[in-house]
């Protein structure tokens, strides 16, 4: 690994991507950063930590007006940062957040459109971890603990929201394979497998840059 690589992970409910996440975080003794990351967002501007928590992967409340106009004030830009609606205000802040965690070292970030947010950032090696919905389903019962009469639908819900954030917070699909680095099926792989592939996969790209003369590290 170089000497600095942020690994972002998308996920979808129930396939173990922050378990992942935080395995290839022991691994490499590097800083985890998931819930984490409101805190840190709520001391940097001094707001309430539970306005984060309530708005976290969650779009605006103008997300349905915004997509009935084809109007997204995030992608144009077009509104002041007190114009805006409050949970875009909140993304712009954490937002900040995550560069300068991003700045301090290598990491492994959870969401949050994390990899959208550091899309220039040479550094940046993204995931995106997925799973049939059985699979899902029986790690949603079996590990959190869900019921199993409401297992498949909050797997779904929880998709969809993390969809809608994540694409309208970005102008790239949530989910789509040619939005990330490495796309990866945690029913075939498993979560060490997952660890190892992602840590493989840095280790080739580390030593194909080195060959090209463009190494990062």
Same mark, same amino acid.
Request: charged letters at 25%.
């Given at each position: 690994?170089?000497?600095?690589?942020?690994?972002?992970?998308?996920?979808?409910?129930?396939?173990?991507?922050?378990?992942?996440?935080?395995?290839?975080?022991?691994?490499?003794?590097?800083?985890?950063?998931?819930?984490?990351?409101?805190?840190?967002?709520?001391?940097?501007?001094?707001?309430?930590?539970?306005?984060?928590?309530?708005?976290?992967?969650?779009?605006?409340?103008?997300?349905?007006?915004?997509?009935?106009?084809?109007?997204?004030?995030?992608?144009?830009?077009?509104?002041?940062?007190?114009?805006?609606?409050?949970?875009?205000?909140?993304?712009?802040?954490?937002?900040?957040?995550?560069?300068?965690?991003?700045?301090?070292?290598?990491?492994?970030? &959870?969401?949050? =459109?994390? #990899?959208? +947010? !550091?899309?220039?950032?040479?550094?940046?090696?993204?995931?995106?971890?997925?799973?049939? @919905?059985?699979?899902?389903?029986?790690?949603?019962?079996?590990?959190?603990?869900?019921?199993?009469?409401?297992?498949?639908?909050?797997?779904?819900?929880?998709?969809?929201?993390?969809?809608?954030?994540?694409?309208?917070?970005?102008?790239?699909?949530?989910?789509?394979?040619?939005?990330?680095?490495?796309?990866?099926?945690?029913?075939?792989?498993? &979560?060490?497998? =997952?660890? #190892?592939? +992602? !840590?493989?996969?840095?280790?080739?790209?580390?030593?194909?840059?080195?060959?090209?003369? @463009?190494?990062?590290?």
């Amino acid at each position: 690994m170089g000497e600095k690589t942020i690994f972002t992970i998308g996920r979808q409910f129930g396939s173990g991507g922050r378990k992942v996440g935080r395995q290839l975080a022991e691994r490499l003794g590097i800083p985890f950063y998931d819930k984490e990351l409101l805190t840190m967002a709520a001391k940097d501007s001094g707001l309430s930590e539970a306005l984060f928590h309530n708005a976290d992967e969650k779009p605006t409340s103008s997300l349905l007006y915004s997509l009935a106009m084809g109007n997204y004030p995030m992608a144009t830009g077009a509104l002041g940062f007190n114009e805006m609606p409050l949970n875009d205000q909140l993304f712009l802040i954490q937002s900040k957040t995550i560069k300068k965690i991003a700045e301090q070292g290598s990491c492994v970030i &959870i969401g949050r =459109c994390a #990899d959208y +947010i !550091l899309r220039d950032n040479p550094h940046v090696v993204s995931v995106f971890v997925h799973a049939p @919905l059985d699979a899902r389903v029986y790690r949603a019962v079996h590990t959190y603990e869900i019921d199993e009469d409401k297992a498949e639908d909050i797997c779904l819900k929880n998709d969809k929201t993390r969809a809608n954030f994540y694409n309208y917070y970005s102008d790239q699909k949530w989910g789509m394979c040619r939005t990330y680095d490495l796309s990866l099926d945690s029913a075939k792989l498993g &979560i060490d497998g =997952c660890v #190892d592939v +992602i !840590l493989h996969y840095t280790e080739i790209y580390d030593k194909h840059l080195e060959k090209l003369g @463009l190494s990062i590290s």
